[in-house]
Each structure stands twice: as structure tokens, then as C-alpha cells.
């Protein structure tokens, strides 16, 4: 059954602005005339949860409605976290040092919970290092996240007021990151993302898994650059995609290292999805993740876990050759599941 006051919200705050420059997109793409693209819009909105940026980047307009129906869409993903995540524990997640405190066996890197820390506490965690990284407890896709240098504060009083007055959460050591990883653009904390799901049994499963890295000046990869990764090889198995996902950027290349992509050999992928499936189960009333793992040198370890996953991975063009959506693997494993 559609969620009427869900649609109702959403059409209550179109941006049409942005709605016009995703039909224009379809039809430079495409050629098909702007009305017949607006109308099917609209459609795919009451029939597969579709906004107009899930009809531009997972191509719509050339898909059938059998293969549209396989499609993780902006809709289908709220139902998905509604229907699988208990918002009673998603804070465990959401909040960064309730997350560090629950999967601290999976964190190898130092950590401080600022609240509950002195400022001598402070100066000696960061007495020797040449960076930190400081994070507010509930921000999202980066926002509230800093690379400290500390050779640009004049002395620890200078840093500590820093801190204070930005009102972060959190001070963490830098990933000491493994070198096939950091290859990929030096400077930024490169994750694979995870992505499990607990059936309706309890055990856990992987569903996918693609590497982020990061883009220009950029000192984290969100919203930057990531490619899907085969798990059983654990090579880059298509193209890089632009984190921006309506631009439709597609890299055979990364940009900036110029390293190729597809086949490219990443460390630990393995490990990581062990450690992921073994996560999965700690908060068994959170069932779906998306977990953002860094390879250090010596293996895997956690930098956030996602209760509102990002629903494009693996679904846009370049990664889906037979126009095939995940929310079939999601049914197979949320048998109960209805859109």
C-alpha cells in the first residue's frame, strides 16, 4: 500500500527547481520528450517509492516495470529502515561515542569521549602526534569532522579552546592506513562500506560491498568517489562512481592517483566483512548497517555504523549490467518485508 502522508509530504516540498534540471538530465540522456518524463516521474513515485533523482541516476526511463520493481528507491528504503530498525537502539549508532563504546573490540586506533574527559587527559593523549581527528557525537556524511594538525595551533591552551568551542564529542587517533588503501587518494580515510543485514532468523549476511575514497583537497571520502567490490576477490569489480550521483560521472580511473579501478587488489576485504557479520549481531534490534570500515595495516576497524544507509550503492547504471536492483536480496533475507 503507497504511504499517502509520505507522499503528500514529499510533494508538499518539491524543489522544482531541482525537479526541472533531473527532467532536463533524463532528456539530454535520453531524448524522450520533458512531459512523458514528468508523468512517469510521477508514477514511479506512487508505484516504487521513486524520487525524480532515483528515476534520474538508476536510469528509469529505459528500464521495464519488472526491473524497475527490483529497486532499493528512496521510499523502499524508509520502509526497509522502519521495518528492520528498532529506533529504540538506532542511537547506539547514531551517537558516535555510544557507537565507539559498543564496538570497541572492533576499533583499533586510540579514542576519548571529550565529555567525560579532563583537559590533561587531552593533552596527553595528543602530547607526540602530529594529528587528530575531532568529531561532534551526532553528525552525519562528515559534517562536524576535523583533521587537527597540530602544527597549526601555537601551543595546547590554543587547541583545547579550538576544541571546546566547536563542541566536539569525540578525539581520535588518525588511521595509521594501509598503503594499498591510502594509494587510492593519500590524505583521506578511505572506508569499504559494508553493508549486512540479519534475516529473520538472527544470523547475519552480507549484502554488498563498495570502496569510498576520497576526491581533490578532500580529507574524508564521503560524498566523493566509490566502486563496488567483489567479495570473494577482493578487487574493484566496475567503474567509480561520483558520490554526487545525479552528475552520472562515471571513473575508470581515480582522478587524482590515476590508479585503475577495476581489478584493482584492496587488503582485508575479507576480514572486513568478518568483522562486520560478527558486529551485525551485537545489537540483533538493529538489523540493517552500513558500516564504514578502515583498512589499517594491521586489518579492519570500524569508523561508524549506518542505521540510514545510502540506497544508491550498487544500483546505478554502470554496476547493475542486468538492470537489476538489491531489493530482491533484501526479500530473501526480510521475508516479511512489504512495500
Not at 514529499?10 to 531541482?18: E, G, S, T, Y
Not at 570502496?211 to 566502486?227: E, H, P
Not at 547493475?320 to 530482491?328: C, H, N, V
Request: with cysteine; hydrophobic share 35%; proline share 5%.
Amino acid at each position: 500500500m503507497p504511504d499517502v502522508k509520505y507522499y503528500l509530504h514529499r510533494i508538499r516540498n518539491i524543489n522544482f527547481d531541482h525537479l526541472k534540471g533531473a527532467i532536463n538530465a533524463v532528456h539530454e540522456r535520453t531524448g524522450k520528450n520533458k512531459a512523458a518524463i514528468f508523468l512517469d516521474m510521477m508514477g514511479c513515485t506512487v508505484k516504487y517509492g521513486a524520487g525524480y533523482y532515483d528515476y534520474l541516476i538508476f536510469g528509469f526511463a529505459d528500464l521495464t516495470a519488472a526491473q524497475r520493481a527490483t529497486f532499493v528507491t528512496r521510499g523502499v528504503s524508509k520502509k526497509l529502515n522502519e521495518y528492520l530498525n528498532d529506533p529504540k537502539y538506532t542511537d547506539l549508532f547514531d551517537d558516535k561515542a555510544q557507537f565507539n563504546k559498543t564496538f570497541a573490540k572492533f576499533i583499533r586506533r586510540r579514542w576519548l569521549v571529550l565529555a567525560e574527559s579532563t583537559k590533561e587527559q587531552v593533552r596527553d593523549f595528543v602530547q607526540g602526534k602530529d594529528e587528530v581527528f575531532v568529531k561532534i557525537l551526532d553528525g552525519e556524511c562528515s559534517h562536524g569532522c576535523e583533521r587537527i594538525h597540530m602544527k597549526d595551533w601555537p601551543d595546547f591552551d590554543a587547541l583545547y579552546e579550538h576544541i571546546q568551542k566547536g563542541k566536539f564529542g569525540l578525539l581520535e587517533d588518525i588511521v595509521d592506513q594501509h598503503p594499498d588503501v591510502e594509494a587510492l587518494h593519500p590524505g583521506s580515510v578511505n572506508c569499504q562500506r559494508v553493508i549486512t543485514l540479519l534475516d529473520d532468523e538472527g544470523e547475519p549476511h552480507c549484502l554488498y560491498v563498495v570502496q569510498k575514497m576520497g576526491l581533490g583537497d578532500s580529507f574524508v571520502d564521503c560524498n566523493c568517489l566509490y566502486a563496488p567490490v567483489d567479495t570473494e576477490t577482493g578487487k574493484i569489480k566496475y567503474p567509480g562512481h561520483s558520490g554526487n550521483t545525479p552528475l552520472g560521472i562515471v571513473y575508470d580511473e581515480q582522478p587524482d592517483t590515476h590508479v585503475h579501478l577495476v581489478g584493482y587488489q584492496l587488503p582485508f576485504v575479507k576480514e572486513a566483512v568478518a568483522m562486520c557479520l560478527e558486529a551485525a549481531k551485537v545489537v540483533p534490534q538493529v538489523r540493517y548497517v552500513g558500516w564504514d570500515v578502515a583498512i589499517s595495516k594491521d586489518g579492519p576497524e570500524f569508523i561508524e555504523g549506518n542505521t540510514y544507509c545510502a540506497h544508491d550503492f550498487w544500483q546505478l547504471p554502470p554496476h547493475t549490467p542486468e538492470k537489476i536492483g538489491k531489493l530482491p536480496e533484501f526479500r530473501k533475507y526480510a521475508r516479511g518485508f512489504k512495500r
